[in-house]
Nanobody, 125 residues
């Protein structure tokens, strides 16, 4: 059974950084893609970033380009979201997800099969 576990959330000051981790278990993910999504209170879930599990292009929402990086460390079944220059509008619950989206659906939540439980990120002075 595939399980995704996020960690690394917490409180950061505006301009600060956090690194989220997504650890996958219970399957092999070659050929899959991993995405990060977030949901702020009272708002719909939105796409943040995604990449193919085995490399290739990375994808970012316009709101995080230049500030966030999605990184996979070697053969480790973990994917990281490095978040720099955090702003108050980045406050949300962040979820990682795994699926088989095609290029045009990399930012579409319904293209992902498995989801983690989420980790809270709060950006506040």
């Amino acid at each position: 059974q595939v399980q995704l576990t996020e960690s690394g959330g917490g409180l950061a000051q505006p301009g600060g950084s956090l690194r989220l981790s997504c650890t996958a278990s219970g399957g092999t993910f070659s050929g899959y893609s991993v995405g990060w999504f977030r949901q702020a209170p009272g708002k719909e879930r939105e796409f943040v970033s995604a990449r193919r599990w085995n490399g290739g292009n990375t994808y970012y929402a316009d709101s995080v380009k230049g500030r966030f990086s999605i990184v996979k460390a070697g053969s480790n079944s973990a994917v990281y979201l490095q978040m720099n220059n955090l702003q108050s509008e980045d406050t949300a619950v962040y979820y990682c997800a795994v699926g088989r989206p095609i290029t045009s659906t990399m930012s579409t939540g319904s293209a992902y099969y498995y989801w983690g439980q989420g980790t809270q990120v709060t950006v506040s002075a």
